[in-house]
């Protein structure tokens, strides 16, 4: 018998956190910068085709951001996340286009079948897209030059949904098809981390499903995700898709604080296109100064800057204007129990939703410019 893999400590596991979360801030701003631009895209053309590359991009952007944070999570015990309604069948073609971009690399074909009835499942669609897609890498990956991997939609025998992943590769060894769950142990050798097939399993698990693997008939390893259907008390996802950009900024005034450059600047494009008047600054000290010069109707500021804390800085600024709308926009948490947190006017997760940021900024401004209207009309006295 060989000797058994040598398992991380929790020292490492700690320390694998810590590095997950300074890349996660990292990737969030290149992503927010990203969506930023494709939003912009999207306004710009009427284009169907150039239009359905700019949503790819953006399904993409909001996919991605997503997959530090669940290595991060899985590090640290899991979290839990809001529960929507999942179309398998939408699932499993967006997963399609991802893996097939693998493929092409590999001359590996890779098509889509329909087995089933249209269904509904209840979970986060990113991290249900993140197995579909890892499941397809990992087929695409064993398969063999000019062969087919199916991503297939079907019913299970319990009355659920299933999504298989079929290729027809070598497959895998009896004795490895539990271990290959295992986190760290990887049959790839240093071209495989060991987390993906783990992190599959957790999340299928956290969806009260199932995750299995099993040998194809005629060669090659079946990858079958099985998940229960919605309850009827399962909300519908809440992405906002289609709400107009151009040109609804009400001439506000709007500064940006950010310490990334490619952020910072496609916030700026992105809200001058919004027909917002906007101010940037890289760190406190100019953030400050732009603050007192020009009084913005409303702050976009992020939590880490370079060396300056967000937090103090969001201080200072309502220490100035202790009635101005500050939306925090930051791939961290919000630190528990700060004073100025009770004072932020809203919290938006990094990567930014364009359309979000947009909505929200212009929904602060017309309130605070009602209220200063508000302040200047004289009461009347009542008889």
């Known amino acids: 018998m060989g000797d058994a893999p040598e398992r991380p400590s929790t020292r490492v596991l700690a320390s694998l956190g810590q590095r997950a979360g300074e890349v996660a801030h990292d990737f969030d701003n290149s ?32 996919t991605a951001s997503q997959v530090v944070e669940r290595v991060r999570a899985m590090l640290r015990g899991g979290e839990k996340h809001e529960r929507v309604q999942v179309d398998v069948e939408a699932l ?33 669609p990113a991290e249900l897209l993140q197995v579909v897609v890892n499941l397809g890498n990992n087929a695409v990956d064993a398969s063999p030059d000019g062969a087919e991997v199916a991503i ?24 490895l098809r539990e271990r290959v769950f295992e986190p ?33 008939r005629g060669g090659g390893t ?28 009400l001439d506000a005034r709007v500064l940006v604080v950010d310490d990334d450059d490619g952020t910072r600047e496609a916030l700026r494009v992105l809200l001058e296109a919004a027909g917002f008047d906007v101010t940037i600054a890289a760190d406190g000290t100019s953030a400050v100064t732009s603050f007192a010069t020009r009084r913005p109707d409303v702050v976009v500021s992020d939590l ?10 969001i201080s200072q600024l309502l220490a100035i204007d202790r009635a101005v709308p500050v939306v925090l926009a930051s791939g961290k948490d919000a630190p528990v129990g700060a004073p100025w947190v009770a004072r932020v006017s809203a919290i938006l997760r990094k990567p930014v939703s364009p359309v979000e940021l947009v909505a929200t900024i212009r929904r602060l401004a017309a309130q605070r410019r009602g209220a200063m209207a508000g302040a200047d009309t004289p009461r009347r006295e009542s008889p």
């Open 92 to 124: 499993a073609d967006e997963a399609r286009v991802a893996v097939a971009a693998r493929g092409d690399k590999r001359g590996v074909t890779v098509v889509r079948r329909r087995e089933g009835h249209a269904a509904t499942v209840a979970g986060d």
């Open 31 to 62: 992503l927010t910068a990203i969506a930023a631009h494709a939003t912009l895209i999207r306004g710009a053309t009427d284009d169907p085709e150039v239009l359905e590359h700019a949503r790819a991009i953006l399904r993409a952007a909001r």
């Open 222 to 249: 079946v990858a079958r995700v099985a998940l229960p259907l919605a309850g009827d008390d399962v909300p519908a996802p809440r992405h906002a898709t289609s709400v107009a950009i151009r040109g609804v900024g």
């Open 304 to 313: 880490e800057l370079g060396e300056d804390d967000g937090g103090a800085v």
């Open 152 to 175: 297939v939609t079907a019913d299970t025998l319990d009355g659920g949904a299933a999504i298989v992943v079929e290729d027809r590769g070598a497959g895998v060894p009896d004795e």
């Open 184 to 216: 760290f142990f990887t049959t790839k050798g240093s071209h495989g981390t060991g987390l993906g097939l783990a992190l599959c399993r957790a999340i299928v698990e956290r969806h009260g499903g199932a995750l299995a693997l099993d040998p194809r």
